[in-house]
């Protein structure tokens, strides 16, 4: 599904990838464990299309040259990034917010857009499934937000738009433990044999809730070390310090 | 050399239907005029006069009104400055010809008209029409057609055009006309009232509420011409309209003046609600020509417990200049301002309100957005003044602006005089900036640049959007959208 070969990015003349690869197949879940600055909000953001990196080496996404895209056009093909610090959005209610993107993918699909009453019933759906208290989804989009609610709406969207991949940055990062297990839940309930996930964490905490098939320790831009569950719980031991 | 010729004319040519993409209602209606000599003078004044049939009351009132203009300077105290207009440069009246002998009907009207206003979303065609809107359609200086008429005239409501009015309700136009907005009020004021050709005529007798929205659509046409509408709006004792104005004009190099004058009355428990999509041609990319929409609209509340509402969504014209207002002299009567402004590219703006209270317990409400995008400049200008026999008044404003980019400019002027102990202002200012961030959160999202602008755009400004009538929300929201296209790189 997305194979990254030899990747390099820099930003600001300061290079901050330094030749990643990684190979994820339909249905795997992938956990990506560095310490800070380390390169890992870096590579969502590449995935997912940010501006302003200088890009070099080649990212493959179903077959298809990802550098090539435009930030849109990578999640109308299935490309999902749950945001480490989601932006608020004054004025948007969250439901129009929701409606607005799930129907541009679709549109952009070739796919009937959903009606109002087609997307309300998918909204209420989706929100029981994950136990997501729907009265959040009338209020303007992240504007005043707890952290927890902001992530959980991540995940909404996330299970809303149904990617192929979906990426989480930090999903973990400022959530308490009943909230964590709640997010967690959401991201297994979506686990099939098709859909995969990339997902960056500081600790190993998460993965206890998301068991991952694969755990990557990125260290100086550079993936250094792979291997199973296993790996998450030694870096949790050593320190990401000690580890060579 | 002929290459480079013609590979300038493809550019041109290029460049042509780029700016047609942007400003589809750029296109002119190829159609054969009678206008006034000329330039302004009393010659031409009395040939307006004439040919619009007016009682002498109404000729005397235009001749005062141009006496007291040879008089006046024009004002230079705005923030938007432009190369000086030559009034004697201009024409002051442009009809169709078809219109000299005004058609009966509409299958009289000349099909060029009826297909102009098709072409602009304006059906006026029984089988077409808005479904519950009357439309009046003012095309330069004359207005080519009222639908509804007949519906509304069994309610005793009175809908034509001022021309109509000063020769039909001839009384009741002159006990009004004038009333709020003085011959004497200002340079372009006073030219109006010199000049004016013709505008919308509203009546609501006492009681009623009126069925159906009522809604001018102003069309410039003709190139070198001014348009200089009039309107005036009675809402009797205890009545209620809902009045809505478009406009658009053709794409030209040179700038047009648009200067009219429009006056509101609300008498006891009167309810006027007055909206305005605004879009007069912006000029292009490079702030070459576009609209001067030079306006004063003013509202009084008479009665007690009267009241006006102005909302306004001004997208269009190269500069806009403009203050509605509201008079509240009656007590316990109520103003209110919702206003969008945008600006884009070189479009520049100067605009907000008055509130004046007179009146005991007399409130006031002012919202206003401002965007401006590319190298465009937005003033929000606004006074609010409490007198002090309003006891116990209130007023509130919030004043947001928002920039894109970093070329553009806003400014925020809150002129506040409360002269009132016991009455109450506040005033909130906020200025914020579409991030790249919320962009490509967006875009992320799978919305394209365009999308995620016109988004959060609509999001700043849905306080606004909330007022207008239903209609014309969903219009209002595609403009605020397209007329920031590519203002984000």
New interface residues.
């Given amino acids: 599904m997305l194979s990254i070969e030899n990747l390099k990015a820099k930003i600001d003349e300061k290079e901050i990838l330094k030749g990643l690869n990684l190979n994820i197949k339909p249905g795997e879940v992938h956990a990506i464990m560095g310490p800070n600055g380390s390169g890992k909000s870096t590579l969502s953001n590449i995935l997912s299309g940010k501006k302003g990196y200088e890009v070099n080496g080649n990212i493959k996404f179903e077959g298809e040259n990802l550098l090539e895209l435009e930030t849109e056009e990578r999640a109308h093909k299935g490309i999902f990034l749950a945001f480490q610090y989601p932006l608020e959005i004054p004025g948007v209610n969250t439901n129009t917010f929701l409606k607005t993107s799930i129907n541009a993918i679709k549109k952009a699909r070739g796919e009937k857009e959903l009606d109002a009453i087609e997307f309300l019933k998918l909204i209420k759906q989706k929100s029981s499934e994950l136990k997501f208290d729907q009265a959040i989804l009338n209020r303007q989009l992240n504007v005043g937000f707890s952290g927890g609610e902001k992530k959980k709406n991540e995940i909404l969207q996330m299970s809303i738009l149904d990617p192929k991949l979906s990426i989480l940055d930090e999903t973990d990062s400022g959530l308490d433990i009943d909230a964590l297990r709640i997010v967690s839940e959401g991201v297994n309930s979506l686990r099939n044999k098709n859909n995969s996930f990339l997902i960056i964490t500081h600790y190993q905490r998460l993965l206890d809730y998301i068991k991952p098939d694969f755990v990557h320790l990125l260290k100086n831009g550079q993936i250094i070390k792979s291997g199973n569950f296993e790996l998450a719980k030694e870096l949790e031991k050593v320190g990401y310090e000690n580890f060579n | 050399m002929t290459t480079k010729k013609q590979e300038f004319k493809m550019d041109s040519r290029q460049k042509e239907i780029e700016n047609l993409k942007d400003y589809k209602y750029g296109f002119s209606t190829d159609i054969e005029n009678i206008r006034a000599p000329k330039g302004l003078s009393e010659e031409v004044i009395k040939f307006i006069s004439k040919i619009k049939k007016e009682p002498e009351w109404m000729l005397n009132f235009r001749l005062k009104a141009f006496e007291r203009f040879k008089q006046l300077k024009e004002p230079n105290w705005q923030k938007p400055k432009y190369p000086k207009i030559d009034y004697q440069d201009l024409y002051y009246y442009s009809a169709p010809k078809s219109m000299k002998d005004k058609p009966k009907s509409l299958d009289e009207l000349d099909p060029k008209l009826l297909e102009t206003y098709k072409k602009l979303g304006i059906p006026l065609q029984e089988q077409a029409r808005l479904n519950g809107i009357a439309v009046d359609a003012v095309f330069d200086s004359v207005s080519v057609a009222t639908t509804f008429k007949e519906e509304l005239t069994k309610q005793g409501i009175i809908f034509c055009s001022m021309s109509e009015a000063i020769q039909k309700h001839s009384e009741l136009v002159k006990k009004y006309l004038g009333t709020v907005i003085p011959t004497t009020d200002h340079f372009f004021a006073t030219l109006n009232s010199a000049v004016f050709t013709d505008g919308s005529f509203v009546y609501i007798p006492e009681g009623v509420k009126c069925p159906m929205e009522l809604s001018t659509y102003f069309r410039i046409n003709a190139s070198e011409t001014g348009q200089f509408e009039r309107t005036l709006i009675i809402a009797d004792k205890g009545s209620y309209v809902s009045y809505l104005e478009g406009c658009t004009a053709p794409m030209r190099d040179e700038n047009q003046l648009h200067a009219a004058n429009v006056e509101l009355i609300a008498l006891d428990d009167a309810e006027i609600k007055y909206s305005t999509v605004q879009n007069w041609y912006p000029g292009d990319k490079d702030g070459k020509g576009g609209i001067y929409n030079f306006v004063t609209k003013r509202g009084l509340c008479k009665g007690k417990n009267s009241k006006i509402s102005w909302t306004q969504v001004e997208t269009g014209s190269a500069i806009t200049w403009k203050y509605p207002s509201c008079i509240l002299k009656g007590d316990n009567s109520v103003g209110e301002f919702y206003s969008i402004a945008i600006t884009n590219n070189h479009q520049k703006a100067d605009t907000g309100t008055k509130m004046i209270h007179l009146g005991k317990n007399t409130k006031s409400k002012i919202i206003s957005k401002g965007i401006s995008a590319g190298q465009s400049d937005m003033m929000y200008r606004g006074l609010v003044d409490i007198s002090s026999k309003a006891d116990n008044s209130r007023n509130f404003t919030q004043c947001d602006s928002l920039l894109m980019g970093n070329k553009c400019g806003a400014h925020t002027i809150p002129y506040i005089k409360n002269k009132n102990l016991k009455s109450n202002i506040e005033h909130e200012a906020t200025t914020s900036k579409i991030?790249?961030?919320?962009l490509?959160?967006?875009?992320?999202?799978?919305?394209?640049?365009e999308?995620a602008v016109s988004?959060?755009v609509?999001?700043?400004?849905?306080?606004v959007l909330q007022q207008l009538p239903m209609e014309f929300a969903v219009e209002a929201q595609k403009l605020v959208g397209i007329s920031l296209e590519g203002s984000v790189g």
């Fill in positions: 991030s790249d961030e919320q490509y959160y967006c875009n992320q999202r799978g919305l394209n640049q999308e988004l959060i609509n999001g700043f400004c849905k306080e």
